[in-house]
């Protein structure tokens, strides 16, 4: 029992400090702050000052109706209850419990018969002044109540500000990570870089040397091949670095887009052109027959359709066709590159514009690729005040658009 006392006693909260004095400093922080919340005119000193002229009034406002209604004023509590009231609505609880108080003797002493004197001593005049001390105290039962509504609703908001400065300050935290992880990222891809072309050239060289020798020996053809794996396997990771660095450089807003006027369907054919003769693929482009002029990075567009195409052809069937259409309306021009492969479930579109994020089709597929492209593509696009999204029916279709404003 005793060991109990002592550990309710010693209890703590997470700064350490014991809780129950926490609670009462806080109670106690709580009315000041409700009070500092009020106007001046409406604090409790003065309420308990103003009690006194206000009961005053309550009761003779009673001996007034007595004397003009004689026997027929049935109702005689109710003047001092309405002061009771006032009282209590503008200065809260302690003040109504002295007007109750104030108001019992008073009308104990000037209305209850016999007058001008207290019965209160007598089980008689506690009866007759019984019903208007229960109202009365009921009232202030009621203010305390919605008195302490109050409160709870302050130390809500307080809480709530609290929170907010706290997840204010964690943001701050995080925007202060992020961006130590993205010099982090761009300071390794610029490492990275030259080892990677270095490695990739003396590669090439090797390559290049070895098939001037004579292919006479069993060892050559191993070599030959692992060195045509070093080769594409740097070549992968010089892509990705330079993914990477563009990625970093966006988020950062290093990279300086290079604006002007440009033929977006221009951009197009160039990128269908280069992917046709990498893939071997049905590539259908419907354009307007006017150019397409959007203001842009003609570079940079070139990027975000050779990433959207590309896909398409990575991510459906060799003998399906891809297609790419533009549309040109009220001053904006929407791109449309849809495929006919497996898709991208519901639940997996929204995540797909995310750096690194591959479907689990994807990761389970021989299909190589870091996640990069379509984070890239949104960048560059958002960039250019425009706007990417997907829509995907499994095992039907899948549309990427990409949406423009106009040149004016
Ligand atoms: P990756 O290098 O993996 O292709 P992207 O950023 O270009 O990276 O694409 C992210 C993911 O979105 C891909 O891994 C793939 O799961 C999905 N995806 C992109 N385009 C398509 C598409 N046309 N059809 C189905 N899935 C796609």
Known sequence: MKDEKYMRETLTDRTGRPLKRVRLQKRVELRRLYAAHQPRWRHPLIGYLASVPIVALGVAA???????????????????SISILIVALFWGVGPALLSVLLATIALDYFYIPPSFQFDLMTLKGVLQILPFLVSGLFIAIIVAQRESARMRALEAEEESNQRADELEQLNEELKQANSMKDQFLSIASHELKTPITTIRGQAQVALRRLSKLPQDRPEMETMTTTLQRIDAQTHRLSDLVDDLLALSGLRSGKLQLDMSDCDLAQVCREVIEDQRLLHNRPIELTTPPVPVIVCGDSNRLNQVVTNLVSNAIKYSPSESPVQVRIQQEKGRVLLMVQDFGKGIAQDQVAQIFEPFYRTPDAV??????????????????????GRIWCESIPGQYTTFYVELPGAS
Not at 62 to 80: C, D, E, K, T
């Open 62 to 80: 009673s001996m007034l109706g007595r004397q003009i209604l004689g026997a027929n004023f049935f109702f005689p509590g109710i003047p001092p």
């Open 364 to 385: 389970s597929s021989s299909k190589q690729g870091m996640g990069l492209g379509l984070a890239i593509c949104k960048d560059i696009v958002e960039r250019h005040n």
